[in-house]
């Protein structure tokens, strides 16, 4: 047993300092960015937030409006397919039971495929990702894989095959792990070191979790995320699944007793709900919360002197927050 003396923070642990700004209006801003992946050498251009592959948000309809923007949808691993077909902004999700022979999926027109588990620290877990990058099916595909929490998992599985990872454990809105294991780590320092991992391999990181107002979005992305993937801030819009009642829509995590019992029939034996049901607002169309996103994103730029949303953890000095004054002011 050892101790980590060095403080980790989360987003409500700090704010970000505002600089001198040649930006004359939040317009100016660009929040686009370009990628070539380490792996698979795609490029891809776009807005880098992703609709989480939960099934509430990672729907048809909500890939749809996102890929006007263009953001990211990483569908659902139950939805199996889409209306249009697969293309460059919706991500595949898949598990370890997914047999990669079966695999029904266009390979020109879909680069993405996202490992998900809620554990990647396993030797099943990072031996598949290596299975991944060397099967005929996705050897070519800009492979996502997580979730992890540390720099050292971070790099192992970017030297496993993997172009990007997804980093977060339990600090989801629905997300119960914390309580019930005790692991975790703090989400803006994970984002920090596994980002700082990552890119020194060529790799690059995901921020899973944890963003619950859009300020959240921009510390991540100025701790050094090359995507954020939102899902509770997704929640509850015409987009999603489910029906409203009593303008209220069902929100839960994908491994609550809710989703097991949906998916498999029943709570398996030798698992405990890692996910909670929660009652979120009716929030009507996703395309307005996405408009107050990169405009809140588009300030943050601002403030901080950031032309680019690439170049905005260049320009990030974070500001611990005193706790006590947070509390007080209702910020923590």
Wanted: charge should be negative; include cysteine; charged fraction near 25%.
């Amino acid at each position: 047993m050892r101790i980590i003396d060095d403080v980790k923070l989360d987003f409500s642990d700090v704010l970000i300092s505002p600089k001198r700004s040649q930006l004359t209006s939040r317009k100016d801003a660009d929040l686009t960015r370009s990628f070539t992946f380490k792996h698979s050498k795609f490029r891809w251009s776009g807005i880098p937030i992703i609709a989480a592959n939960m099934d509430h948000t990672g729907t048809n309809a909500m890939a749809h409006v996102l890929m006007e923007y263009p953001m990211l949808t990483a569908l659902c691993k139950f939805v199996s397919s889409t209306e249009w077909g697969w293309n460059k902004n919706i991500i595949r999700t898949i598990g370890l039971d997914q047999n990669l022979d079966t695999l029904d999926y266009d390979s020109d027109t879909a680069p993405w495929i996202c490992l998900d588990v809620a554990n990647g620290y396993t030797e099943r877990f990072n031996d598949y990702v290596s299975l991944m990058r060397e099967h005929e099916a996705t050897k070519d595909k800009i492979i996502i894989a997580g979730n992890v929490c540390t720099p050292e998992a971070t790099e192992q599985i970017i030297l496993a095959g993997a172009d990007v990872v997804k980093i977060g454990i339990g600090p989801g809105s629905v997300c119960t792990t914390r309580k019930m294991t005790g692991v975790g780590y703090p989400q803006l320092s994970a984002t920090i070191e596994c980002a700082d991992a990552a890119h020194g391999l060529g790799g690059h990181i995901i921020t899973d979790g944890g963003c619950t107002v859009v300020g959240d979005i921009a510390k991540a992305f100025g701790a050094g995320a090359d995507f954020v993937m939102l899902g509770g801030m997704l929640a509850g819009h015409d987009e999603c699944e489910g029906e409203v009642e009593n303008d209220t829509m069902t929100f839960y995590g994908m491994s609550s007793d809710d989703a097991q019992i949906k998916y498999y029939g029943e709570k398996q034996s030798h698992r405990a709900a890692e996910g909670k049901k929660v009652e979120v607002p009716y929030r009507g169309r996703v395309a307005d919360t996405l408009q107050d996103i990169l405009g809140g994103l588009r300030s943050a730029c601002t403030y901080a002197g950031a032309k680019t949303i690439k170049s905005l953890p260049k320009c990030t000095t974070f500001v611990k927050v005193n706790r006590q004054l947070n509390t007080v002011y209702g910020e923590g």
